[in-house]
């Protein structure tokens, strides 16, 4: 396994754990009484690894939140009981239905380019988190309040974030990427900014994406004004019938991952300017 490096403490008591593969940030709250995980790794056996750290900090009973539910946040839960994992209720759904469906096809991907960790994610048992999360929930670690949030949709349907408020720390998960455009493949380009204003109203001192660097409200704030941009260019696209391929993509995101955020909003507006959900008879 690739090494991780140390946790880096954010504030007392709050740490982040910058992890390889996929430089994902593992956060690490202590209260008096319990701890939490935010985010579990991409395999079982990150998850062990990860869960070894932590109890190299505290002996306090440990518990995880899940940001949502792509393998590298999610696919370590086997380290703990499915009964202190928190999430939103789709992640636990998607991880439910779908989840041996995302593991093949990261094997398929990671295979060539990192057999390795194709191999630890095969080896892994996806763990549907007990603890289910609609908006918004207070989770009393004793002598330290955790806020476990979903904004609304983002960089995909299941987005939650965990809000140290003592600290003003924000755990941001997917919904910010610092070091590498934002990842649009299951995401809702339309809603995302709108998804963020609640986020930067907490006014954090640091927000932790999931992953790179630790950054702050002001790139959380341009990374929103980014997303609005690229928001309205698709709308105006999309009523003037440009089609995805030829789109001038003048937005701050390199072309491909632009391509995919705007075949992402065409599908999201096409749906819901002909009702494409409920299935039609023909004729
Ligand atoms: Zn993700
Ligand atoms: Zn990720």
Redesign the pocket.
Known sequence: MAPALAWQELAQGVFVLPWEPFRLNVGLVLGQERAILIDTGASLDAGREIVKLAKSLTELPLGAVN??D?F??CFGNGALDAEVIWSHRLCAEHLRWDGEEQQREVISQLRSTDPETAEQVAASTIVSPGCLIDDEVDLDLGERLVTLIHPGRG??DNDVVAWVAGERILFA??LVEEGAPP?FE?SFPLEWPDSLAPLLALDPDKVVP?HGAVVDAAFMRRQQVDLQQLADLARKGFRNSQRPAEFDVDTAFPGRPAQTAIRRAYSQLTAASTGAWVERQPG
């Open positions: 940001s949502h792509h590298d946040h960089h995909t998960g997917d990842s299951d999931g």
